[in-house]
C-alpha cells in the first residue's frame, strides 16, 4: 500500500546516488523486461511453422525500425514472409560504386574485407560515361565557385553576392516553404544534366584474381566462384532460408538521407560501418541468381528452385522510400507479381509513415499514410531539421529466433530482429556465428545510446543546432570547444536508458557451451553489458542468465505479489493499438500477420 511504497522510497533515498542509480536501473530493466517475455510467451506456438502457400520472401537488416516495416508488411500481405539479419547480409566488401571517388568498407567495423567490388558501365556506355564525368566534374566545379568564391576576395564575393543572391534567396524560400517538392526539382534537374550511366557491378574476380591471396591490404578485385559459394550458402543457411523458397526473394538493406545532417552517419546501417547497405544487398541478389552459385549449391544440399528469383533493394528509413536494383533483369515470368508486391510494399509503408508519425511533436495528429510520408519527406529534405528521424532511440531488446517468436506481436519499433532456426543446428556452429557477427553491432548500438542519454554532456555531443564540423572527421560546440563524441540530444530525447535484453531461441547447454569458448560473448554478457534470456526452442521456457548465479527461471508473476501478470491486449492491426497514442507501448498480440488471417 502508500505505507509500503513510502517506505520504499525513503529506503531508497538514503542510499548513496550511485547504488541508487543501479537500483532504478534494474528496477526499470525488469518492468520492460517482464513485458517483453510476457508477450513472447503468450505468442509461444500461436503461428504455425508452415504457413502454406508463400508469395515472397524478403530479408531485411536486423534494423530495429525493420521491425515496424516487417510488421506492416506482414499485415498488408499474410502470405508475406520476412527475416532479419546484419545488414551486410554475410557479404563484407569494399564497394565503389560508379561516381565513388574511393572504395568503402560496406562491413561491420570489427570485419576486414578483403574483396573490391566497382560498378562498371553497361558494355558499349563507354562513350556515355565519359561525358557524365564531364558534366559531373563541370556541375561540381560551378558548385564549388559559387559556394567558396564569395569568400575569397572583396571585389569576387561583390559580384556573387549580387549575381546569386536574388536566387538564393528564392530557392532558401522554396526549400523552406515546399522542401521534398523543391528537393524533387532540383534532383530531376542535375540529372537531366549530367546523364547518369547505371553501373554494373564486376560480381566474379578474373583467374589471376581469383588464384592469389587475398587481404584486407591487397583485396581481390570481385569475388572468386569458391567465395561465391561460401557467401551465399552460409547466409542463407545462417538465416533458416534453405527450402520453401518463394518465387520473389527480396534482399532489403537500408539507409538514411536527410539535408544539412552532419551525423548522418549515426542514421545509417551499423553493420555497414555507418554506411548505406543497398549494394550490399545488390551484390548478394546478384550472386543468389547466377546459374554457377545454385549449381554448387545444389550440389551441398541447398537447392534454389528454378522460378526463385533475388531482387536487391534499399530501404530509406528516414522517408519510407524504396530504391529497387537492376529491375531490367527482372524475368518476364515475374513481372506481375513484382508489381503486386511492389504496390504491398507501397501500403506498408504509408501505414509504417502513420505509425512513426506519433512520436513527432510536429507531425500531423492522426494523419492518413500519404500525408504521413508528405511529412516524413518534408522532414528529410528540410534545412532547419534537426530531428529528420528519430534513428535507434527507444531501441531495448533483441530477439534471436525463428519468426515465429514475434510475428503477430507488436513491439513498437524496438526490437533487433535476427533470423536464425535452432533445429537443424545441433552444434550451435549457425548461432555462434550469428552471436559473434550481430551481438558487437546490437550491443554497439544500444550502448551508444544509454550513455549518450544518461550524460549527453559527458557522453553525448550535446544539442545538434551549434555543431560545426571540424576537419570533415568530427563536429565542435560552436567555434572553440573541443571535438565531441557520442550522439547528438536530438537523437536521444526520447530514448529509454536500458541494456539491451537479448533473447535467443536455443537450449541453455548449446548457449552454455558458446558462452564458455568466446571471450567477446564473455566479455558482454558476463560483465552485465547486454542482459540474455534462453528460450526453449520447442516448449517455449524462458531463462535469465545472471553472470553470479547461471541461469535462473523465469515466470510472468510479479516477485512480490506473486500474481501472474494479467492478459496480453489483442487487436486486430497494429494501427488499434497505436492509434491515438505518442508515447512508446507495451506489446500486444496481433490477428491480421498470422498466415491465413
Known sequence: GAAGAA??????????????????????EHHYRQQILAALAANHGRVPAT????????????DDREEGSRRHLEE???????FGAAGFFGVPMFWQGIDDETPAALCPIVVRPTNTLREDPPAGAEEALRQHRRRRQLRLAWQEKLHQGSRRGWLQASLLTVAAGPAALLALLARTLAPSRFAALIDGRREAFERPVPGVPGLTAEAAEAARQASAERPRRGFSED??????????????????????VVIVGHGSDSRNNPHLAAYDCGACSGRHGGPNARVFAALANRPQVRARLAEQGLAIPPTTYFVGAEHNTCDESYLWY?????????????????????????LHAVERCRRFASAPRDPSPRQAQRHLADRRQDLAQARPELGHATVASAFIGRRTMSRGAFFDRRVFLISYDPLPDVDGGILEATLLAAGPVGAGIN?????????????????????????LFG????????????????????HEPMRLLVVVEQTLELLTAIYQRQPPLRELIGNG?????????????????DPAAGWQPWNDADADAGAAAPPLPEVERSVDWFAGHRQALPPALLRRPLPGG
Open 529 to 545: 553489458w547486454v542482459v540474455v534470456v534462453a528460450k526453449h526452442p520447442e516448449t517455449g521456457v524462458m531463462h535469465l542468465f
Open 76 to 82: 498488408v500481405n499474410p502470405a508475406f514472409e520476412t
Open 475 to 494: 563536429v565542435m560546440q560552436g567555434a572553440s570547444s573541443d571535438l565531441r563524441t557520442g550522439l547528438p540530444l536530438q537523437m536521444i530525447e526520447i
Open 447 to 471: 550502448l551508444e545510446y544509454y550513455f549518450s542519454t544518461v550524460d549527453n554532456e559527458g557522453f553525448g555531443c550535446g544539442t545538434k543546432v551549434m555543431h560545426n564540423l571540424a576537419g
Open 326 to 350: 537492376d529491375l531490367e533483369q527482372l524475368p518476364a515470368s515475374h513481372r506481375q507479381a513484382f508489381a503486386a508486391l511492389r504496390a504491398d510494399c507501397a501500403r506498408a509503408a504509408g
Open 7 to 28: 517506505a520504499l522510497l525513503n529506503c531508497a533515498g538514503s542510499l548513496a546516488s550511485a547504488q541508487r542509480g543501479l537500483l532504478w536501473l534494474l528496477a526499470y
Open 227 to 248: 567465395e561465391q559459394l561460401a557467401r551465399v550458402g552460409g547466409f542463407l543457411r545462417s538465416i533458416g532460408l534453405t527450402a520453401n523458397f518463394a518465387p520473389l
Open 51 to 62: 504457413a502454406g502457400v508463400i508469395e515472397a520472401q524478403f530479408v531485411f537488416c536486423m
